[in-house]
């Protein structure tokens, strides 16, 4: 991974609550900061699709209700 992929800063795994690994490369430490927008998206879409599959929203075209409180 270190030598092939270059914008690879970070790697990170938790099970159960507790880290299983954690690795850093190309000079990042574990507490710096880095662009994630495209990683963001790709959570949010995991995110969409577990939502999906339990039923807590119906399809993509759903609105979600503004928050009025």
């Given at each position: 991974?270190?030598?092939?992929?270059?914008?690879?800063?970070?790697?990170?795994?938790?099970?159960?609550?507790?880290?299983?690994?954690?690795?850093?490369?190309?000079?990042?430490?574990?507490d710096d900061?880095?662009?994630?927008?495209s990683a963001?998206?790709?959570?949010?879409?995991?995110?969409?699709?577990?939502?999906?599959?339990?039923?807590?929203?119906?399809?993509?075209e759903d609105?979600?209700?503004?928050?009025?409180?």
């Amino acid at each position: 991974m270190k030598d092939s992929e270059s914008n690879i800063c970070q790697i990170a795994a938790i099970k159960d609550g507790r880290p299983v690994l954690s690795e850093t490369y190309h000079g990042y430490s574990k507490d710096d900061c880095c662009h994630i927008a495209s990683a963001t998206k790709s959570i949010v879409g995991l995110l969409i699709g577990i939502a999906i599959d339990q039923k807590k929203i119906g399809i993509l075209e759903d609105l979600v209700p503004p928050d009025n409180g």
